[in-house]
């Protein structure tokens, strides 16, 4: 399917440019909907842990929006998460008072629903054909609700896999969830955000299961976050296993648009009422001065060596950013985080190896491979800093472009010496 095929497929409903789930197994998958915000927003501050931080645009929902083919509508339509008076466009300036009064998100769980009837429902909703490899979990079974099936249009089995949760919705990791990742870091066709007229906020998603495109397994999700805070995660492949089986059919069974109307349905309503609301989450933080995304951007440039030129930029929120960088030989990714406040996991990062200079910063580097979503003959190499007062710079090269695509070059064009100085400059200092 082409990108003029997708757009017509969804009619016009969606025309935002904003992947999906990267899971390890069936309830694996059908979790993330509700539990990849917060584990996102842990790893992104303690994931550097071996140097990466490039892997972590790899799990769960991305978060930069990157160029696509679509433009920015408002939907006019009432589905699972419409509630009478819900308003469609919340005002940023509200405190989370008066977004728990417009929600609703503080209430009393209805009566739980069992697998059976959320297999059921799935199953309802699905075109007709033939179920097997059934799995589910209820409302009142931890760590939440799912439904996963093995359908067949006769045209080849396929996976299917719905999942429900609750997160805080003006919390800092649901703005996050809802972004199209970087290209850099995650490979996919076509990814768009949508508004719906109750507040409602859905992503689509046309990708892959692997990052490295090893194995052409593709992975569609749809998305959505309610006002009052539910999640609705639906997720489709073209092969009866997200990992290791064989692709049946060239694209997964439902269209987007097919897939969008999964997670808008009606019938999820019983399912999302017998959910508790989540704890409520600090509200997002202005970035500390000098350590905004583009900030980080200028200085990053400002200390790499003349012999390189910078081919490309980006970044995830404020404390990471990354530029693609070429010598002549090859294009390198170097990435970047610069976290204040990590004293909390100085002795989880800094332990045997670990050289103490006499300001008392530590320094740690690291050569290895890259981890398991790395292109082949991916290696990486790192320097990671904090300083006394708990700021941590963390920079690392690759030998590619990207770190989901095979080596371009032997080592990266940088060297340990000069990963080490940028991370050691002065002008990660707050402020400068």
């Known amino acids: 399917m082409g990108a003029d095929a997708f757009e017509e497929e969804i009619g016009g409903a969606l025309r935002r440019t904003g992947e999906g789930f990267v899971a390890e197994d069936r309830a694996a998958l059908v979790e993330r909907g509700m539990l990849s915000g917060r584990r996102r927003l842990r790893r992104r501050r303690a994931g550097a842990v071996g140097g990466s931080v490039a892997a972590l645009a790899a799990v769960g929902l991305g978060a930069s929006y990157v160029g696509g083919a679509f433009d920015s509508v408002t939907v006019e339509e009432q589905g699972v998460a419409a509630r009478p008076g819900a308003t469609a466009d919340r005002s940023k300036e509200q405190s989370k008072e008066q977004s728990k009064e417009k929600t609703g998100k503080a209430h009393a769980p209805g009566p739980a629903v069992s697998s059976e009837k959320i297999l059921g429902i799935l199953q309802k909703l699905l075109p007709e054909g033939k179920f097997s490899g ?4 209820g409302t009142g079974e931890l760590p939440g609700p799912f439904a996963h099936v093995v359908y067949d249009d006769q045209h ?7 999942s429900f949760g609750a997160v805080d919705p003006d919390g800092a990791g649901v703005a996050e969830q809802l972004k199209c990742p970087d290209k850099t870091f995650v490979p996919y066709d076509e990814c768009g955000n949508e508004k719906l007229s109750d507040g409602s906020r859905l992503m ?3 990708g892959y299961e692997y990052p490295d495109r090893r194995v052409d397994t593709k992975l569609w999700t749809a998305f959505l976050v309610t006002p009052e805070g539910y999640t609705v995660t639906a997720s489709e492949w073209n092969a009866p296993a997200e990992k290791g089986a064989a692709i049946t059919r060239p694209q997964p069974p439902l269209s987007i648009a097919r897939l969008r109307m999964l997670v808008l349905a009606e019938e999820w309503r019983p399912v999302l009422r017998a959910l508790p609301a989540a704890p409520e989450e600090p509200l997002p933080q202005p970035p500390a001065q000098g350590l905004d995304q583009a900030s980080i951007l200028t200085k990053l440039k400002s200390l790499l060596p003349g012999r390189v030129k910078v081919t490309g930029q980006g970044g995830q929120e404020a404390e990471y950013a990354y530029v693609i960088v070429d010598d002549g030989k090859g294009a390198t990714l170097v990435q970047i985080n610069v976290q204040p406040n990590m004293k909390d996991a100085e002795s989880q990062l800094f332990g045997s190896g670990t050289e103490v200079r006499p300001d008392g910063t530590k320094v740690v580097t690291r050569q290895g491979d890259g981890d398991d979503k790395g292109g082949a003959g991916i290696v990486m190499w790192t320097a990671d800093t904090i300083r006394p007062n708990g700021l941590r710079v963390v920079v690392s090269a690759f030998n590619s472009g990207a770190q989901n695509k095979d080596a371009t070059r032997p080592e990266p064009a940088l060297t340990m010496a000069e990963l080490k100085a ?8 707050a402020g400068e």
Do not use: T
């Open 134 to 137: 059934q799995e589910g979990r």
């Open 156 to 162: 080849g089995k396929a996976a299917i896999g719905v």
């Open 204 to 206: 689509l998603m046309r």
């Open 422 to 429: 940028i991370a050691l400059s002065e002008k990660w200092r």
